[in-house]
């Protein structure tokens, strides 16, 4: 009984500083946009490609669940291999000779995956269900993907490189779960997400 009420508190707790968090200030420095961190802008990942996220995304407008196929069938977003980048880039000549694409046939040739280093990553014991999420806010709300991926990632469509935006806290993730959502585009019903702690911690 007293280790359910302190689990109540410590979650009250954290629900309150999610409440009053001010808001995400583009640019700021990194980790310092409020006193708790909760909206906290990553530090710049030096990836082995510069990846033009622009470019693919907002130019060409290629869904996000183009490259990160696992993000609408299972917990994990997944980035893509590398045959699904050289499934494209085989057949445009235009940009052959740009110095990442360069790189990129580099890694096929060598038969070799492109080490990507991870920019949002949870602690081990967290949990998060991507799938769920794009279910509900992707295909039966019928919310743009740009959208329901960038609450949680940011406008990625105007990155360069992937930065984290937001420090994905517990406390942050409760005060999303708490609100009503709309469970579809077709009727007002409405729901909170989940609040039990086993179904976000392992």
Known sequence: MIHRLLAVLSL?????????AEPFVQGGPI???????????GPVVQQP??????????????NCMYCHTGARRGYVSAIPRIDKCI???????S???KPRIKKLFEYWDKKEPIPWKKVNDLPDYVRFNHERHIQRFYFRQNRP?????????GDVANMTVDR???ALSMGWCISCHQKDHKESDTNMKTSHGPGECWQCHK
């Open 12 to 20: 009250a707790f954290f629900i309150g500083n999610a409440v009053n």
């Open 95 to 97: 940009v052959r000779n």
């Open 49 to 62: 490609i510069e990846f033009p996220h622009y470019r693919h995304a907002r130019d060409m407008g290629i």
């Open 145 to 153: 993907v740009r959208e329901v991926c960038g609450y949680c990632h």
């Open 87 to 93: 499934g494209c880039h085989q057949n445009i000549e």
């Open 164 to 166: 984290r935006v937001k």
């Open 31 to 41: 980790g310092s946009q409020t006193s708790d961190g909760y909206n906290a802008l």
